[in-house]
């Protein structure tokens, strides 16, 4: 699947819509206090950041409604334990957790290939796929039978790739919508709702913090967390020899990742309504962890997430909750056996608590 090192998306003025250029640009650095991308949400005289309420009337999608399911899929080297099998660079570890009997596909690739299979009934739907690690891949709305769509999600298991980062995956995200929506009239846009999905173990990595000496993970909203354990280096030194995508545009001693910086990206995210004269955009998210993989990987999953000893599904689960909740969806941790995305009304209209 192609990588995109770096990459930016300039929306143009909306002909007929009355709004003004915004500019959309996945951004993954930054220092604190600014906000992801540049703060669409003020762009465009407004939107729904961080939960705002809207005027909503749960029930099924209305049959001139368009949906556009975009699901945002962590493929960081974390997920072979998370959501086993996997193959990545550390196969030690990979090869260390191996699947159980009668396991040969991880959990977000046999519930998105049903998800997809259930969607061709649906005429006014359409799916993208955006993997993340250390890069991210770019994301294309297709019909749920298409080729370009379920190739890459049946081989998820194959290519893992180094870390999880999340803040840059929701600036794709955003980007994705923008540029999908311009290719839609204004009346087309106008009955479009996006359903943007993450599937995650709900652990960023790599997390950098611009505070000194900052040891504590958070154990509230807001809080922030360490530099992740084995990057000390790369978040603090700008001669690292580590390639990520994120390096030319991160400021070593800044943040990245940080609780902060997600809840942007989430708002960015739920003002593009607003931004681009679609009906809605909400996030849902589904927190995937399995413990026992976690337990039997033992010291090396300790520097595979790097939380200093705190357990991963408790951050993940916390994480997860709260980006579902600020993205005015749906948080979903049924756990890997169901392997479905059941209890995520994808296919209806929902309302923010």
Known sequence: MGR??????????LVGCGQPSVTLEPDAGGQAGGAV??????AAGGGQAGGGAVSCTPGPLGEEELLRLLFVVDQGTLMC??????????????????????STQP????????LLTEAQARPNVEVALLSFGRSTSRAVFHRPDSFFLRQPVSTLQAELDGQSN?????????????????QLSAADRARTRYVVVLVSAGVPTPRCSSVDLDTQLPTAPGGRWPDTEGFEAWCNTPTSDLQFEERGRF?????LNQPWQLDDAVDDLVSLPAALGVRD???????????????????????LFGLRGAAPRSVGNTLM????????????DTGLSTASFADLPLFERTCPP
């Open 4 to 13: 995109l090192v770096t990459w930016g998306l300039w929306v143009s003025a």
């Open 37 to 42: 991308g540049g703060g669409l949400a003020g």
């Open 81 to 102: 334990v998370a959501d086993g099998p996997g193959v990545s660079d550390r196969p030690t570890v990979c090869e260390s957790l191996l699947p159980q009997a009668g």
């Open 107 to 114: 959990a977000r690739t046999r519930a998105l290939l049903a």
């Open 166 to 182: 999340l803040q840059a995956a929701l600036g794709a995200a955003r980007a994705a919508i923008g540029e999908n929506a311009l």
């Open 251 to 255: 400021v070593p001693g800044g943040d």
């Open 281 to 303: 955009v909400r996030l849902d998210t589904w927190h995937l962890l399995d413990e026992a993989r976690v337990q039997r990987c033992g010291a090396a999953c300790d520097e």
């Open 321 to 332: 909750r709260r980006l579902a909740q600020r993205g005015r969806g749906v948080f979903a």
